[in-house]
């Protein structure tokens, strides 16, 4: 079956400093690739997505594209500000329809000033 | 504004008692799913429904019932809580798989 695995958490850094978080998949399709963003207390929130290989999704400053050699959606950030913390999730999902949503365990990040 | 709204916001059951939460969407998306967030288990779906009058189960879908008269409205009702049924509680709607999902603001539930 699908499975998304990322980097365990949580990820501190200062302000301003760089910002990777890695994402692999397994998938028997062609899914569609998503980072998904949950501040404190609230729902998740979608930052951005890429539906095919090579494609490069991105917003609010951060970053990932679909490699599909290296089953891969690393999500990255030039320059991190303290309201970037939170708790980001990597997701996928197959074509077609209804398909259901493979979520990763999330990765918190913490930026201190 | 258009979205994904669940109420209550926070409720605390006791063993046994039953009850209903409630989530409705305004962007007339076809499909809706509840989920449940659990510390170091991530989301796992609990039901979900492809359009009016039709749900399926999910990954974790016993104790919950689910129904879908409307496009807009799939409420989640617990028949007999138990302690284990403490979580947040995520609605979501999509137009479908390459859109991703809108969620809400979740339902924190206690089961004393």
């Known amino acids: 079956g699908d499975s998304v695995t990322q980097m365990e958490g949580p990820v501190t850094l200062s302000e301003e400093a760089f910002l990777t978080i890695n994402c692999t998949y397994t998938?028997?399709?062609?899914?569609?690739l998503f980072w998904y963003v949950q501040y404190p207390g609230e729902g998740l929130q979608l930052l951005l997505k890429?539906?095919?290989?090579?494609d490069k999704g991105s917003n609010k400053g951060f970053e990932a594209t679909y490699r599909k050699e290296t089953t891969s959606f690393h999500l990255e950030k030039g320059s991190v500000q303290v309201s970037d913390s939170a708790v980001y999730f990597c997701?996928?999902?197959?074509?077609?329809?209804?398909?259901?949503?493979?979520f990763g365990t999330g990765t918190k990040l913490q930026v201190i000033p | 504004n258009a979205g994904v709204t669940q109420t209550p916001k926070f409720q605390v059951l006791k063993t046994g008692q039953s009850m209903t939460l409630q989530c409705a969407q305004d962007?007339?998306?076809?499909?809706m799913s509840w989920y449940r967030q659990d510390p170091g288990m991530g989301l796992r779906l609990i039901h979900y429904?492809?359009?009016?009058?039709?749900?399926d189960q999910g990954e974790v879908p016993n104790g919950y019932n689910v129904s879908r008269s409307t496009t807009e409205d799939f409420p989640l009702r617990l028949l007999s809580a138990a302690p284990s049924q403490t979580s947040v509680y995520f609605c979501?709607?999509?137009?479908?798989?390459?859109?991703?999902?809108?969620f809400g603001s979740g339902t924190r539930l206690t089961v004393v």
């Open positions: 979501a709607s999509s137009q479908g798989g390459v859109y991703g999902y809108t």
């Open positions: 998938a028997t399709g062609y899914p569609s």
């Open positions: 890429a539906t095919k290989a090579d």
């Open positions: 997701a996928l999902s197959e074509p077609g329809g209804y398909q259901k949503v493979t």
């Open positions: 962007m007339n998306h076809e499909y």
């Open positions: 429904s492809v359009g009016a009058g039709i749900t």
